[in-house]
């Protein structure tokens, strides 16, 4: 595998795995989303991917920098992180074994990607949950045309790192009739409202 990862494997008797690749938020590691592997639905194989570059004793996708609106993004090492997801999901279902659809569950940047990974290799993914992101166009290698896969983006009213109003503005370019967005009353994170209703979407 390319990249480092906590595997969970699924308690399933289906002769093919489904996997559910989790991807972390920028400073953090392998470690963070799996800490809900043993709540998300028996069937997946969970995997925690744990991004490639190293970021303030954490690990991040790709670099941040100062800006006069917030922070402006690193999109080459985006861009190349993208192909290392691509890379993961490809390795991981020759690896396990598993259906050729996959879940992705991205946390903050681990979002941002997980939406540009779906929209990229639609024929790849089975759903997307993408916790307090954004849709980046500036990481999309075409213009979204259809959804073709069910999408539950999560985001606090209170977040102060990524404000709703960004989140909300950038997903008015995606097609509604696969899209499910909900707020919570939270900051910069996930509640247990927002993990429950994670589960549920899962689950069907």
């Not at 990862?5 to 002769?15: G, Y």
């Not at 790709?62 to 190349?80: C, D, I, W």
């Not at 569950?105 to 540009?116: C, D, E, P, T």
């Not at 307090?132 to 539950?152: E, K, M, R, V």
Request: net charge negative; aromatic share 12%.
């Amino acid at each position: 595998m390319n990249l480092r990862f906590n595997e969970k494997p699924s308690k399933s008797d289906n002769s093919k795995t489904k996997l559910l690749i989790q991807l972390h938020g920028i400073g953090s590691n392998k470690d963070d989303l799996f800490s809900f592997a043993n709540e998300l639905p028996a069937k997946f194989t969970v995997l925690s991917a744990q991004a490639p570059i190293p970021y303030f004793g954490g690990w991040a996708w790709y670099n941040l920098y100062p800006a006069a609106n917030g922070f402006t993004s690193n999109n080459v090492e985006a861009k190349q992180s993208l192909i290392e997801i691509n890379k993961f999901i490809d390795l991981a279902i020759e690896k396990y074994n598993a259906d050729e659809k996959v879940v992705l569950m991205g946390f903050s940047q681990g979002a941002i990607l997980s939406l540009a990974t779906a929209i990229n290799n639609p024929n790849k993914i089975e759903k997307v949950v993408a916790m307090s992101g954004y849709l980046n166009p500036d990481f999309l290698d075409q213009p979204i045309a259809d959804l073709p896969f069910p999408i539950f983006a999560t985001h606090g009213t209170e977040d102060s790192v990524i404000p709703i109003e960004k989140a909300t503005s950038s997903y008015k370019d995606l097609p509604q009739q696969n899209f499910k967005f909900k707020s919570y009353p939270m900051p910069h994170g996930v509640s247990p409202d927002c993990l429950n209703d994670v589960i549920s979407f899962l689950s069907n």
